[in-house]
């Protein structure tokens, strides 16, 4: 029972483009999503977060945004920069229950 | 500041043996989170503690038993194991709903 799903396993995108990764949800009982990013050999790194009762944030060039009714997030990276490429992961939970569910990840390739 | 940390990095053990992994929060964290990670797949969730008591358990066999110190350091405990415990293993502390990663603990089960 896969509730947090990212189809893409991969995306390449040019430096200074956008890069837009995919996330959707089953669970409605969600209310708190967050994306990490991973290199190989290190921990998940916490990029951007976004609470329900938000449908888009943004830190500096990153934009998460949500449409509850299509339980559907994405993060917007712009532009895109060589050191973006990393695999992503988007995170959803149940706010207090500190239970993150992950998807499987999306690899993004920033070409030169 | 001093992010996560987990010990040791890599670790090799046979079938049956049993491990210890380590887990220091960020200064401050009360909360302490576990996550298993096998190749190819996102994050799993394995057991949360807060102020010393168990909060919340994932879908892991009892094989697998956790616990939290005084200063809010963790140690994850894998008994009996299994080939397929093979992972990197990953400690979380959060001060409130955004959880902070350590650099893991990759498993490697002969």
């Known amino acids: 029972d896969q509730q947090v799903k990212q189809n893409s396993p991969s995306l390449s995108v040019q430096e200074g483009r956008i890069s837009i990764l995919n996330c959707d949800y089953t669970?409605?009982?969600?209310?708190?999503f967050l994306w990490y990013k991973k290199y190989p050999a290190e921990g998940p790194t916490f990029l951007i977060s976004?609470?329900?009762?938000?449908d888009k944030n943004e830190d500096g060039r990153f934009t998460v945004f949500l449409n509850k009714s299509a339980k559907h997030l994405s993060l917007h990276i712009v532009p895109s920069q060589p050191g973006d490429s990393a695999v992503y992961f988007c995170?959803?939970?149940?706010?207090?229950?500190?239970?993150?569910?992950f998807g499987q990840g999306t690899r993004l390739t920033i070409n030169p | 500041d001093a992010g996560v940390t987990q010990s040791p990095t890599h670790l090799i053990k046979t079938r049956g043996q049993h491990v210890t992994l380590r887990c220091s929060p960020i200064?401050?964290?009360?909360?302490v989170s576990w996550y298993q990670q096998v190749l190819g797949q996102g994050p799993q969730f394995i057991f949360q503690?807060?102020?010393?008591?168990?909060?919340g358990r994932g879908n892991f066999p009892d094989r697998f038993s956790a616990r939290q110190f005084p200063n809010y350091s963790s140690e994850l405990n894998v008994n009996a194991l299994l080939l397929g415990d093979s992972a990197l293993y990953l400690c979380?502390?959060?001060?409130?709903?955004?959880?902070?990663f350590g650099p893991g603990t990759r498993l490697l089960v002969l």
């Open positions: 669970n409605s009982m969600f209310d708190y």
């Open positions: 976004i609470s329900s009762i938000k």
């Open positions: 200064s401050g964290h009360k909360s």
């Open positions: 995170a959803a939970e149940v706010q207090g229950a500190q239970k993150l569910v």
């Open positions: 503690y807060y102020e010393k008591e168990e909060r």
């Open positions: 979380a502390s959060s001060l409130t709903e955004t959880q902070y």
